[in-house]
């Protein structure tokens, strides 16, 4: 049975009923899916609060807990919280416990969600780069080299999405964007407290070019008089007031000047060219992040704005500019609702560390974020690790070792076999000398090994050549049918720890357990290195490999080496942190062997590195092997 997920909105007075709303839909369109969800809330939902009856009709058929009935209801599947700017203690108590996906988040809690979405794109967070950008915002928002720096600022606060079209977007749209700027409408919100409204229709009134203008006033508008709108009327200004399904009518105008926010990019879905006049310099910084067309922020840039309109060129522009971020956004694609695509997510590891299951947000680190993964780093054991809403979309059949194999290596595994049995015997000499050291093993009797992801038996054919008694196992059907066809040991299909081995082991302990490149596989590593301790004898030798952290790929490009991690290694080790993991397992760390070994990942000097024959190749590997800067490594342990 699946558990259910909690929507928490933010209401605290002054703030609007925006996020309430949002949230509102969002549960009833998963219970609509079948999904059992509740809206969270500690005050009474107010009637009045909404502009429309029916909005306050969707909050009314949602099922609200507060703080007491929303722990009875628990566990939850995960948590959404859209509340603007999160109170930390407020967060970390259902962080503590819950997986928490976060919208448009900009309080300090930005970096501790498991998930983040940006439903509307642009920094989030007042940080020293917006404040400094704010600060020359009079001096050099026109110049090209500030926009870069707004878009840069804007896509450094990394959220697993940027995604627009998530918001309820116009039904309605033109076929294509307007060849020529001649119907306008000016719209800036509920309230237009800055009052821009009128400067721009009057710089548009007074180029004299303009047919067809029109002006939304919003409810809480205060900032045009009854004198105003008479003489706009007289003027020839439509004025619509307060329209209710506003976004399904800016198909029909050429140009919708607006500020930041839903305005512009239900505008921009329904084909409409959109030019943005800012009503604070934060506003012109998200204007300029997400590369709208933008006329400054103020009333002299409103002024400024008709004036400029007369221009073809500025015309021109306007219609480049809104059709690039069309594109950029994806609003040309009727995407899935949020609710559609969160009702699949089921964080299979809860967000917790897999070695140590801890999900303390005050400590940890978010590394990186990306549109399937988040990568973490642990405030309590310290390794890295990944978090997932979905499973990863890999099944470990026999395409796993041809297909796949082959795009990273370069050829299928069965015709990398001869040199997987060279590797197999250069770390099965590592294994037999720390065995003829071990004064608990009696070396009369055969060595018994067990390789867990045993693929398709390089390892396990090495280990009968040398007179060991070798048994695997691997959850690939195609990889134990081979083992048992063409190398002759006994296997068994399953996953580990969850397949009991005891037919393969005879009940008795092993000498020892191999796992090359598998446990970057276990969702639930700590519960892996437990079985696999448990079958040693007192002794007996732990040997694997994994990936590196600190290799020249992590160390050099840690976001694209984490981008390129394949999608089912939930950790990733590094021989610093190697030690401390196998020691909470009574295995005591032995030997580390540098691997994967690569010059041309080298910042500046790897792209002249690119063959093995140049002597740049042969002194960078030689730097990689000296300090360790190999992708990839071995390690090799012994029970206590």
């Not at 002299?300 to 950029?328: E, K, M, N, P, T």
């Not at 867990?452 to 090495?462: E, K, N, V």
């Not at 196998?582 to 062997?593: D, P, Q």
Request: with cysteine; hydrophobic share 40%; charged share 20%.
């Amino acid at each position: 049975m699946e558990l259910p997920i909690l929507v928490i909105p933010n209401q605290r007075p002054g703030q609007g009923g925006g996020h309430l709303v949002r949230c509102s839909a969002l549960v009833q369109e998963l219970r609509a899916a079948g999904i059992e969800a509740y809206l969270y809330s500690n005050r009474p939902l107010q009637a009045g609060l909404f502009k429309h009856r029916d909005t306050e009709d969707t909050i009314s058929v949602v099922p609200v807990v507060d703080e007491f009935q929303a722990q009875q209801k628990g566990p939850w599947r995960f948590v959404v919280i859209d509340s603007f700017r999160t109170d930390p203690p407020f967060f970390h108590r259902w962080a503590h416990e819950y997986p928490v996906v976060g919208i448009d988040e900009g309080g300090p809690c930005r970096s501790c969600c498991d998930y983040l979405v940006d439903i509307l794109p642009g920094p989030k967070q007042l940080n020293w780069r917006v404040r400094f950008l704010m600060l020359m915002a009079p001096f050099l928002s026109g110049l090209s080299f500030f926009k870069k720096l707004c878009v840069k600022t804007g896509n450094s606060e990394g959220a697993n999405q940027i995604s627009p079209e998530y918001l309820k977007l116009p039904l309605r749209r033109r076929e294509q964007f307007p060849g020529a700027i001649q119907k306008i409408l000016v719209s800036f919100g509920a309230e237009d407290a800055q009052g821009l409204s009128v400067p721009v229709l009057e710089g548009l009134l007074a180029s004299g070019y303009y047919v067809d203008l029109s002006l939304v006033i919003g409810p809480k508008n205060q900032t045009i008089s009854s004198e105003i709108r008479n003489r706009l009327v007289e003027q020839g200004v439509h004025i619509l007031d307060a329209p209710e399904a506003l976004a399904e009518s800016f198909w029909d105008y050429d140009l919708v000047i607006t500020h930041f926010g839903l305005t512009a990019f239900e505008a921009l879905a329904a084909r409409a060219a959109v030019a943005l006049v800012s009503p604070s310099r934060y506003h012109e910084i998200l204007s300029l992040s997400a590369q709208f067309y933008s006329f400054g922020y103020g009333k002299a840039a409103a002024r400024r704005a008709g004036r400029l309109l007369a221009h073809q060129s500025v015309q021109r522009a306007i219609l480049q500019q809104s059709s690039a971020v069309y594109q950029r956004f994806g609003l040309s694609r009727r995407a899935d609702t949020f609710a559609y695509v969160v009702q699949g997510w089921t964080f299979p590891t809860a967000g917790r560390c897999p070695l140590c299951h801890d999900r303390n947000r005050r400590k940890a680190r978010i590394l990186a974020r990306f549109p399937d993964r988040t990568y973490v780093r642990c405030g309590s054991c310290g390794i890295t690790y990944m978090i997932r809403p979905q499973d990863p979309p890999i099944t470990y059949d026999g395409a796993y070792f041809l297909e796949d194999y082959k795009k990273q290596y370069g050829k299928t595994y069965i015709e990398d076999f001869p040199n997987l049995i060279r590797m197999a015997q250069s770390r099965l000499e590592q294994i037999q000398r720390l065995l003829s050291q071990s004064r608990d093993l009696n070396p009369e009797n055969p060595v018994r090994l067990l390789d867990i992801g045993c693929a398709y038996g390089p390892f396990l054919a090495a280990a009968r050549d040398r007179g060991w008694n070798p048994v695997g196992l691997d959850p690939s059907s195609d990889a134990v049918r081979h083992v048992q066809t063409h190398v002759g040991v006994p296997v068994l299909q399953g996953l580990f720890p969850e397949t009991d081995l005891m037919a393969l082991s005879g009940g008795e302990h092993l000498d020892v357990v191999s796992l090359w490149y598998v446990i970057e596989h276990f969702p639930d590593l700590g519960k892996a290195l437990e079985a696999a301790a448990g079958l040693l004898k007192k002794g007996g030798v732990f040997a694997f490999s994994t990936p590196s952290l600190s290799g020249i790929s992590g160390r050099a490009r840690l976001r694209s080496f984490l981008e390129h991690s394949p999608p089912d290694h939930w950790t990733i080790l590094s021989p610093k942190t190697c030690s401390s993991v196998l020691a909470r397992y009574g295995l005591r760390l032995v030997k580390t062997v540098n691997t994967g070994h690569h010059p041309e990942r080298f910042p500046l000097l790897g792209p002249f590195a690119k063959s093995k024959k140049t002597v740049i190749y042969k002194l960078l590997f030689k730097v990689s092997q000296l300090f360790s800067l190999g992708d990839t490594f071995e390690a090799y342990a012994v029970k206590e």
